[in-house]
């Protein structure tokens, strides 16, 4: 707690298992960065006391140093930090973290976590809603003045792997992820972006590992736990899934996100819309669920009228979710009228196809766009041009090259050969996404979208072999 220009610290260290009370400590101190960082440095000492442990040398040495001794600078950072940190990572958050970071960094150049955290920020704004290159390009000069002033710190090389990892760069941002871990083994976010890179390399069961270890050894972080419930969940471990989200939505009750993550992966995997559409009308007006809340709850919407009256509330020209969804609202709207008006239908698809084609022009070779375009072609029965379409997608982004995002294209690819009646191909495709770990759309096989192929038996058998023991909602 800070008032005027004193600062009081209460610490109590609680045994979790037990709740027993080990140690507690009250600091009041002047405010300045030096007795910030001393009494940083003198909790960790009585923490490390008190469980009768022993500080490794270079944990030690991170713990005497003091980043900068401009309070104003540090002042900034912290704000960055508290942005960043917050659960969700909504752009408003990252905006905000970004300038805190930025002028931490002007007003103490060589200060180095102000520049790992500008970074680390521009790399989530261009992972999830802007995919302009000059954030990579900044969060690379950041990272370079950061080595500059100090090549042992730990979070510029975590930026540094998170920059690589972006561009699949994946041999270089093991390099610079193994180099922070030699310097800050234990530190939990590292583990984060190792499961990551894990998933990237096919490695399930270590990036599984990577995630638990992660969660355990910063039970706090809200992100962390969420990142395990999710794997959990994409491992069909649901027992363990819900245990973590219950722990985690006890600590974090307004954590909205969380609850809609897992009403998103109940409805891919069973059909029940209830959970997400109930997370989302809890969310405040200021929350959106990465900018795509309208739209999530347009897709997870299942009666045609209630998904026409979800759609109006759809503003966004461009629905744009990084590296993960690129669609024209145009696209929405052909789909959620095609059974109902198809001549609107039809019309606005050749509007998508127009705005898509003109947007390639200033981002050539995105997957995303591509298979945009594609599912415009398709539903128009536009067979060749959509064909081409998939072509691309699979050649820029295959599977065995990103089993995530390469596994949601596949996805997408399938839709397209289902809309053009192609049952074997459609097959093929669902029969690759299925065997990649992940919360499997099996559901989706029971809508409109399959209904040319539904009855082939491969489709049938898929069915049968990857559908929830409960068998698909369908209330």
């Known amino acids: 707690m800070r008032a005027g220009g004193q600062i009081r610290v209460n610490v109590q260290l609680i045994d979790t298992q037990t709740d027993a009370h080990l140690w507690a400590e009250t600091y009041d101190r002047e405010f300045t960065v030096e007795n910030v960082f001393a009494i940083q440095s003198d909790l960790a000492q009585q923490v490390v006391q008190a469980l009768q442990a022993e ?53 103490d150049p060589d200060f180095v976590m102000a520049h790992a955290g500008l970074a680390s920020t521009l790399c989530y704004l ?53 180099r922070a871990e030699e310097i800050a083994p234990g530190w939990a ?88 559409l109930e ?55 052909g789909w959620t009228y095609q059974h109902i008006d198809s001549a609107r239908a039809d019309r606005a698809f050749e509007r998508s196809i127009e705005i898509s084609l003109s947007a390639l022009e200033l981002q050539p070779g995105d997957p995303r766009i591509h298979a945009s375009l594609g599912r415009a072609y398709s539903l128009l029965g536009r067979r060749e041009e959509a064909l081409e379409q998939v072509g691309l997608v699979r050649e820029i982004l295959p599977i065995t090259k990103d089993p995530v995002f390469g596994r949601d294209l596949l996805e997408t690819a399938a839709y397209i050969y289902a809309a053009l009646g192609m049952a074997e191909e459609t097959a093929d495709a669902l029969e690759t996404v299925f065997s990649v770990p992940g919360v499997r759309a099996v559901p989706s096989l029971f809508t409109r979208d399959f209904e040319k192929v539904f009855d082939h038996p491969r489709i049938q058998a898929l069915i049968e072999r990857y ?6 909602y369908r209330g």
């Not at 736990?225 to 471990?237: C, F, I, K, N, T």
């Not at 009308?281 to 998904?307: C, H, M, Q």
């Not at 559908?467 to 698909?472: A, K, Q, R, S």
């Open 126 to 178: 261009y992972l999830y809603y802007d995919r302009d290159p000059g954030h990579l390009a900044e969060a690379w000069e950041a990272t370079e003045r950061g080595l500059q002033i100090n090549p042992e710190s730990a979070e510029i090389h975590s930026a540094r792997a998170f920059f690589h990892y972006l561009l699949y760069q994946n041999d270089e941002a093991m390099e610079s992820l193994a």
């Open 279 to 333: 997370a989302l009308a809890k969310l405040p007006p200021e929350s959106n669920v990465y900018g795509l809340r309208d739209f999530f709850e347009w897709l997870i919407t299942p009666e045609p009228e209630d998904k026409i009256e979800a759609f109006e509330k759809i503003q966004d020209p461009i629905l744009d979710f990084g590296g993960f969804w690129w669609a024209p609202r145009e696209l929405i709207e």
């Open 189 to 276: 976010a590292l583990l984060s972006l190792k499961a990551e890179l894990q998933t990237r390399n096919w490695d399930w069961a270590g990036s599984l590992a990577s995630r638990e270890r992660a969660a355990l050894l910063d039970p706090r972080n809200p992100e962390l736990q969420l990142g395990l419930a999710s794997a959990y969940a994409e491992h069909d471990r649901w027992d363990d899934s819900d245990a973590v989200m219950a722990r985690l939505l006890d600590a974090y009750p307004d954590f909205h996100e969380a609850t809609f993550t897992m009403g998103w992966l109940e409805w891919r995997y069973s059909g029940d819309h209830r959970p997400g």
């Open 467 to 472: 559908g929830p023991e409960g068998g698909i």
């Open 55 to 107: 500080l490794a040398p270079a944990d030690q040495a991170r713990l005497d140093e003091m980043p900068t001794d401009n309070l104003a600078a540090y002042t900034f950072w912290r704000r960055g930090e508290d942005a960043l940190n917050r659960p969700g990572w909504e752009p408003d958050d990252l905006e905000t973290a970004r300038t805190m970071y930025a002028q931490a960094a002007e007003l």
